[in-house]
């Protein structure tokens, strides 16, 4: 065993067991409250720049699995959970540990600390800038360390994590709802999908609902875009602050008349962003897979997965949006829709793996919209 620190900006200091790479990371410390997935959130763009505390106790018992990868890379900077499963057992064989995944991938862990206390400071006192340290340096030079750390607050994110080329996603499908998926042909409607840090879940599940899928970088024109001729555009997940990607509010305000658009998270906010909304960060952010959001005006619940830090404000939402969602916890927003244009964004992930599902429903929300536009463009 080695020593680990982990210390934040208010002066809090943690002793605890390294383990992963032996170095320090720095980073926004934040918090999941998911009980499994923790592959999902090691792998998820959205958590670049942030030191991830999991709250459930035991993590690391099913190890890691090739298939639950949302990105080729680990993403966060660091991981802090209160005990590191000594085992690592899956029914799909092959099981590799955390431990031995998180030093490959070169990213730093501290167990065996008091969670609790920490996610206490981080509801009290907000998300904090802090540093995981190799051994057991003093507490004054830890802490003066943590408060050194760079804020996510105005910085472009986004540009560490999209894709910098364009590609076609084609992979193997499969649906959550249990309907037979609907490989695409040549034929099949083109959605041209912004990679603002965007998880491969989504990428299958719009493969599985029958479109084309090509995927560009977060820097792309709407003129590039319109060269390609789609029947719809998705804005992906991301990390940061939205207001610090001035290019990609631009090219969603170009081509939210022309195209349906769906957004999730990060794409969501930078939608609000574009048609004349305005965003804040939230004290602490939602990030778990049991949030309860409410659909309006059927009022139906869903539990949903989310990992955000950023939201719109309700308060600033031009005649043309209205809210579509609710978050039960904060009543801030959780989705929104144009009244007259076929454009929606939900702040939560739809597509979430390992779940919960409830919220599948929206991609074929996406298809009826492309279907519906498509229609109308051809009468015209």
């Not at 982990?6 to 999941?32: K, M, S, W």
């Amino acid at each position: 065993m080695r020593e680990a620190t982990l210390a934040l900006e208010d002066g809090t200091v943690f002793r605890g067991i390294g383990f992963g790479a032996p170095r320090g990371a720095a980073g926004e410390v934040v918090f999941n409250t998911a009980l499994t997935g923790y592959q999902e959130v090691l792998t998820d763009p959205s958590y670049c720049g942030q030191i991830v505390t999991m709250t459930y106790p035991e993590i690391g018992n099913y190890g890691i699995a090739p298939e639950d990868m949302e990105s080729g890379k680990v993403q966060v900077e660091g991981f802090v959970v209160r005990n590191l499963s000594p085992i690592a057992s899956n029914w799909r064989g092959g099981a590799r540990s955390l431990e031995s995944f998180l030093s490959e991938h070169g990213i730093p862990g501290i167990s065996g600390i008091d969670t609790r206390k920490l996610v206490r400071i981080l509801r009290t006192k907000g998300a904090q800038r802090g540093v995981v340290l190799s051994g057991s340096p003093p507490e004054s030079e830890a802490v003066a360390l943590a408060r050194g750390v760079e804020s996510i607050v105005g910085i472009d994110m986004v540009c560490r994590v999209t894709s910098d080329r364009a590609y076609d996603w084609d992979d193997p499908v499969f649906r959550f709802d249990g309907a037979e998926s609907s490989a695409p042909d040549a034929q099949s409607p083109l959605v041209v999908a912004y990679d603002f840090g965007i998880k491969r879940n989504i990428l299958r599940l719009l493969v599985s609902h029958g479109f084309r899928v090509h995927v560009v970088p977060a820097s792309t024109p709407a003129s590039e875009v319109e060269m390609l001729r789609p029947a719809g555009v998705f804005l992906s997940n991301g990390p940061g602050d939205p207001d610090a990607v001035p290019y990609a509010i631009q090219a969603v305000r170009e081509l939210a008349p022309k195209y349906p658009l769906f957004g999730i998270c990060l794409g969501h906010q930078i939608l609000g962003l574009a048609l004349g909304a305005r965003t804040y960060k939230l004290k602490f952010g939602h990030r778990g897979a049991n949030h309860p959001v409410q659909e309006l005006p059927s009022m139906r619940v869903e539990v949903s997965s989310q990992n955000h830090g950023f939201a719109v404000d309700a308060s600033t939402l031009p005649p043309e949006l209205v809210v579509s969602h609710v978050n039960l916890n904060d009543r801030t927003v959780a989705g929104m829709r144009h009244r007259t244009l076929p454009l929606f964004s939900v702040q939560y992930h739809p597509e979430a793996s390992p779940g919960p599902h409830d919220s599948a429903y929206l991609f074929s929300q996406f298809v009826e919209s492309v279907r519906s536009r498509a229609a109308v463009m051809a009468r015209s």
